[in-house]
């Protein structure tokens, strides 16, 4: 496996299902990235993880819940959500400098999984 | 106002024509311009980047920043079936890690 990893594909689940999105990464990055895209509207950062810690949560609401047991792998774990919740749900890790350098910040995307609440 | 303004299209361009891209932004703060591609069904992927002002080329592609003017733009030459896709343009500022600022996406058809 090389790149970004993101299981599943596709994923269909009622509003009081739970379901997790998992991406896993095999380039030794140290930040992890949860996007949403929708129809028409821009890359929605959702959450961030650097080190292994979350360093940024854009206002998600809770029925979004991130995981980050390690570096290489990235969890959402999704429960009661809403129809207006279906989206491409895009995973990217980069390589953060350390003390403040900034780096070229290229994010490597996964394929993403496409999410459809009935 | 969004802070990133790109229109969505669709753009469709006979094969071989000039494609020319273009955002605009309302942040002075960023420092960082990138150009993303996306092909139907896969992720984006980095294709140009460019630190603060300036012109850079790479093959048929040519990114330009105007900071004065908060605009940046990326021109394909002798455009190709294979260059239709969705391109992103992004922006960030310097520092910490990478939260990036994206525009909505320009999906692009380039007809044999």
């Known amino acids: 496996e090389t790149g970004v990893t993101q299981t599943p594909r596709h994923l269909v689940m009622g509003m009081t299902n739970k379901k997790s999105l998992k991406c896993e990464q095999h380039l030794g990055h140290n930040a992890m990235y949860w996007y949403k895209q929708s129809a028409k509207k821009p890359l929605e950062l959702m959450f961030v993880y650097s080190l292994e810690e979350r360093v940024e949560n854009n206002s998600v609401p809770s029925r979004f819940s991130p995981e980050c047991p390690n570096s290489s792998h990235l969890f959402l774990h999704l429960h009661t959500l809403q129809p207006e919740d279906s989206a491409l749900y895009l995973c990217?890790?980069?390589?953060?400098?350390?003390?403040?350098?900034?780096?070229?910040?290229?994010?490597?995307f996964g394929e993403g999984s496409r999410l459809t609440v009935l | 106002q969004k802070e990133v303004e790109q229109d969505p299209g669709p753009l469709s361009v006979p094969e071989g024509a000039i494609v020319s891209l273009n955002c605009t932004y309302s942040?002075?703060?960023?420092?960082?311009f990138m150009w993303y591609r996306q092909y139907s069904r896969k992720g984006p992927e980095l294709l140009m980047y460019?630190?603060?002002?300036g012109n850079k080329e790479d093959g048929r592609f040519t990114a330009q920043v105007d900071k004065s003017s908060k605009y940046i733009s990326l021109f394909i030459r002798d455009s190709q079936p294979s260059d239709s896709a969705t391109y992103l343009c992004a922006m960030r500022r310097t520092g910490g890690y990478q939260k990036v600022t994206f525009g909505i996406g320009t999906k692009l058809q380039v007809i044999p």
């Open positions: 990217a890790s980069s390589q953060e400098a350390g003390g403040g350098r900034s780096n070229t910040g290229e994010l490597f």
């Open positions: 942040n002075s703060a960023f420092q960082y």
């Open positions: 460019t630190y603060s002002s």
